[in-house]
């Protein structure tokens, strides 16, 4: 009988990656705050007319575009990362694997279905819903900057905890 999925997995490999697509959620947020100051930026001190006059502006439209996209990239990647599979990169393989922090995983995973990251990425950005009718479409989710940041938070923290658990005393060298 063959080893299982979990068995064949190098755990170098694995958490290798963990911590690189971790590290891309990171990069699309610097860029999503980034784009945030440029707006706030472009916003402030201006009167009203100046400000309905920028709403009205391509370029202040493609920033708007950009910040969505940045956003739904966090929320899917932060989505997947607390997914239960033995077959794709997230924290539950990486912690099956070590056998350690299934409390951390769950800790996380609650957040992120409880602040509906789930629920967005599944219904608005990766596979959206099609209503049978026009009466039947809603509003996406919101999820607010400052929950972004905690899911965010929270995934650095269990990613540390396994590279402590992984790597051992050298670990935070990996977070320079």
């Known amino acids: 009988m063959g080893k299982t999925v979990l068995e064949r997995i190098d755990v170098d490999n694995l958490?290798?990656?963990?911590?690189?697509?971790?590290?891309?959620?990171?990069?699309?947020?610097?860029?999503?705050?980034?784009?945030?100051?440029?707006?706030n930026q472009l916003t402030t001190d201006m009167s009203h007319s100046q400000y309905l006059e920028n709403l009205n502006s391509s370029e202040f439209n493609k920033i708007n575009i950009i910040k969505k996209k940045f956003t739904d990239d966090i929320i899917s990647k932060l989505s997947e990362l607390a997914q239960e599979s033995n077959r794709h990169l997230n924290f539950f393989l990486a912690t099956q694997k070590i056998a350690k922090l299934n409390s951390e995983f769950k800790e996380y995973q609650d957040f992120i279905v409880n602040n509906n990251f789930k629920i967005r990425r599944n219904e608005f950005i990766s596979h959206k819903n099609l209503p049978l009718t026009w009466a039947g479409h809603k509003a996406a989710y919101s999820i607010p900057y400052k929950t972004i940041i905690k899911a965010i938070a929270k995934a650095l923290i269990l990613m540390k905890k396994i590279d402590d658990i992984h790597i051992g005393a050298n670990a935070s060298l990996n977070w320079r």
């Open 15 to 39: 958490i290798s990656n963990l911590r690189g697509e971790l590290g891309t959620v990171i990069e699309s947020w610097t860029l999503l705050r980034e784009y945030s100051i440029l707006t």
